[in-house]
C-alpha cells in the first residue's frame, strides 16, 4: 500500500523528508558502498537543500561521499542554463559541500544538434545508469506528470515503453520542450520510490490520483503499478481536497 506523510504548514516536511532519505542511505550502505539516488528538479530541490544541507540534525549523518545523484529527467540544454536540474542541483545543494558525491548529467555537448542527438543523449544516459537505483526522489506536476512522464496521448509513448530505460521526450507540454526521462521499467527495479508535492497548485490532482485513482495521470500509475515502494510526502494544501482516509 502506497504510504502517505502529511504535514502541516507548520511542521517541517524537509526534515522528515530528510529522515526518510537519511534511513534509506543508512539500509542501501548495509549491503553496499554506494547510495544510487535519482533525483527530480523543481521545488523538489530546494527541500533537499533545507532537508540536506540546511538542516543542523540531518546535514552531519549524509554520507555524501557514498553518493552517486542521477537525475529522473533532465531538459536538453547546456548544464549551466537555467532550465537545467543540474544547475539548479548545483546551485543549491552541490556549491555548498565540502565532501561531494558523484553526479551524473546529461552530455549538453549535443545539446543543440537535433533529434538524432537527442535520441543519443537518452541512449548514453542509459548507459549510465546502474542495475539498481536505490531511491527515485520525484516531484508531482498539476497535471498529474512526474518525471517527464506526462499524460495524454501524445505522450504516451513515453509511460508504456516497456524496454528502453531513458527516453527522449519532445513535444514536452512544458517548456523546455525537448528532454529526457526515466521510464517505468528504471521504476520496477528501484528499491524505493518517495514523491515530494506541497501547495494549492497540486489540490486538484491529488484528488484524481488518491481519490479517483485516475490512471490517465503518470503520477497514478506509479501508485498502481508500485505502491508498495511508493512513498508521498506532502502538505496540508496540497492533500485538503483529498478525501479518501490514507
Not at 548507459?127 to 526522489?137: A, F, I
Request: proline share 6%; glycine share 4%; with cysteine.
Amino acid at each position: 500500500m502506497v504510504s502517505v506523510h502529511k504535514y502541516s504548514i507548520e511542521e517541517n516536511l524537509p526534515h522528515k523528508l530528510g529522515e526518510y532519505i537519511l534511513q534509506k542511505q543508512e539500509d542501501s550502505l548495509k549491503n553496499s558502498q554506494v547510495f544510487n539516488v535519482a533525483i527530480s528538479g523543481g521545488s523538489l530541490i530546494d527541500v533537499l537543500e533545507k532537508g540536506l544541507v540546511d538542516d543542523p540534525t540531518i546535514a552531519p549523518k549524509i554520507k555524501w561521499d557514498k553518493w552517486n545523484v542521477y537525475f529522473v529527467d533532465e531538459r536538453i540544454v547546456p548544464l549551466d542554463h537555467r532550465d537545467s536540474n543540474y544547475c539548479a542541483f548545483k546551485d543549491a545543494v552541490l556549491d555548498k559541500l565540502s565532501v561531494l558525491p558523484r553526479v551524473y548529467p546529461i552530455d549538453d555537448s549535443l545539446v543543440d544538434a537535433g533529434s538524432a542527438a537527442y535520441e543519443k543523449i537518452a541512449s548514453e544516459y542509459e548507459e549510465l545508469l546502474p542495475k539498481k537505483l536505490d531511491l527515485l526522489l520525484l516531484g508531482c506536476g498539476p497535471d498529474g506528470h512526474t518525471c517527464s512522464l506526462f499524460p495524454g496521448d501524445h505522450h504516451r509513448y513515453l509511460i508504456e515503453e516497456t524496454t528502453k530505460q531513458v527516453m527522449w521526450c519532445h513535444d514536452s507540454p512544458k517548456p523546455p520542450s525537448d528532454r529526457i526521462t526515466i521510464t517505468l521499467p528504471v521504476m520496477e527495479g528501484a528499491g524505493a520510490i518517495c514523491f515530494v508535492t506541497m501547495g494549492t497548485s497540486k489540490q486538484d490532482a491529488m484528488h484524481h490520483i488518491f481519490d479517483l485513482k485516475d490512471t490517465s495521470m503518470p503520477c497514478a500509475v506509479v501508485n498502481e503499478h508500485f505502491d508498495a515502494k511508493v512513498s508521498w510526502f506532502v502538505d496540508d494544501l496540497a492533500f485538503e481536497t483529498v478525501t479518501t482516509n490514507l
